[in-house]
Nanobody, 125 residues
Framework: QVQLVESGGGLVQAGGSLRLSCGFS????????MGWFRQAPGKEREFVAT????????YYADSVKGRFTISRDNAKNTVYLQMNSLTPEDTAVYYC??????????????????WGQGTQVTVSS
């Protein structure tokens, strides 16, 4: 059984940075495509970033491109989301997701089987 646990959220001022971590427990982390999603109050869950199994390719939502970086350490069973130049519009609960059946990467939440409980990120103006 796969379990995902996010950490690193918190309150930060606009222009600041945070690094989220997502710890994976289960079998063979390197077999899973990983993604980050977020959900702001009153809004639908939206895609943020995804990374392929090897970590060699990544893909981002336009809204975070150039500011956020997804990475993974397969030896530590962890995926990260480095968030820079944060704005109040980035305020949301951030979720990591995992799936072993996605061919390369995916921005669709429907394709991910496993989800963490989420971590709150609040950016003050």
């Amino acid at each position: 059984q796969v379990q995902l646990v996010e950490s690193g959220g918190g309150l930060v001022q606009a222009g600041g940075s945070l690094r989220l971590s997502c710890g994976f427990s289960g079998i063979t982390f390197s077999s899973y495509v990983m993604g980050w999603f977020r959900q702001a109050p009153g809004k639908e869950r939206e895609f943020v970033a995804t990374i392929r199994r090897s970590g060699s390719r990544t893909y981002y939502a336009d809204s975070v491109k150039g500011r956020f970086t997804i990475s993974r350490d397969n030896a530590k069973n962890t995926v990260y989301l480095q968030m820079n130049s944060l704005t109040p519009e980035d305020t949301a609960v951030y979720y990591c997701a995992a799936d072993s059946g996605i061919p390369i990467m995916s921005s669709s939440s429907d394709e991910y089987k496993y989800w963490g409980q989420g971590t709150q990120v609040t950016v003050s103006s």
